[in-house]
């Protein structure tokens, strides 16, 4: 796709960049040092996008200060009203570009060196490119996630996410698979896997062999390296696959994106699923990929539950459909810090928020 704008007087063009799938603006004016952020922020929520030329840093601060004008969800909003505010946040700051020289350069004053951050996404340097500011901020923090790598207690090292794959960071969904009872160690299947945090976990307990799956390309390749800096890629098998691989196993493992609603972005892929399908392709498909006498886990937070989204009634009753009873269930209260941000619009759905790790049979 190309994005379109006038300056000095000409026609020009650019490839546009996104790696987030956002389509180009339609409208585009030059900016540079001397735009004010109140205007910066009534063109971004008209509509017209700001391609700077001004000083880099600048152009954070400029970001910052429209991010501060944006209207956040009300206290004790409902969800669809909080993700109507966030998407109209994104929007509006999707709205300030910046221009990229051949080779992932960007000849702006105090400019960072971006080269390798956007190799690791985009691939190999290209011609000239347009893209959006807050996209390529969350690069850069994502490239030093990538560098220094999240702690991992329940492995006593460290996971290293690549930009798009969601961070172990709730370390409380980690330490429920630490933690559960684990009967046979010959094989299991990690589904969704992601960072591939949980399939190292099985493996550091002792699981022989590991088959972990993923749909999305940037899943799989950040898995295999993170196993193999794990030094357990000879254990752990990576595949590209929907879900289940073939054959069966003893134990079959699932974190499936939390709440029923439409992702946004890559990163909401790991949180939103549309009609819950990865949870409820998980329960059909369970008890055709379960050894005899082996069982799934489930861990789901109950957080849909809190919103609105969905019923502990629905849930048990999606059980019930697929052949499945429970056999045990271990619960956990999140640690992260938006579960007592008495701010966040969501605080009294965080608040009481429960995950848990649900040990299912067939029959």
Known sequence: MMIRWTEAGEERSAPWRSALGAPPPKRVVIADDRMKADVAYRLACEGTALLWRGDFQNARQLLQAMGRRCKPADPGATFYQYRQAQGQRARTLGMLLIPYDEGHLISLARAPDVRQACEEVYGPAAGPVVGQLRELLGLIGAHEWRKKGVEVPALDARIHPHYGVFSPIRGEYVDLVAQAPLADKRLAFDLGTGTGVLAAVLAKRGVERVVATDLDPRAVACARDNLARLDLADRVEVV?????????????????????AKPSSLLDQAVYDPGGRMLQGFLDGLADHLEPGGEGWLVLSDLAEHLGLRSRADLMAAFDAAGLRVTDRLDTRPRHRRASDDTDPLSAARAAEVTSLWRLAVG
Do not use: I, Y
């Open 240 to 260: 590209a696959a929907d879900l289940f691989p073939p054959g069966r196993a003893p134990l079959v493992v699932c974190n499936p994106p939390w709440l029923p």
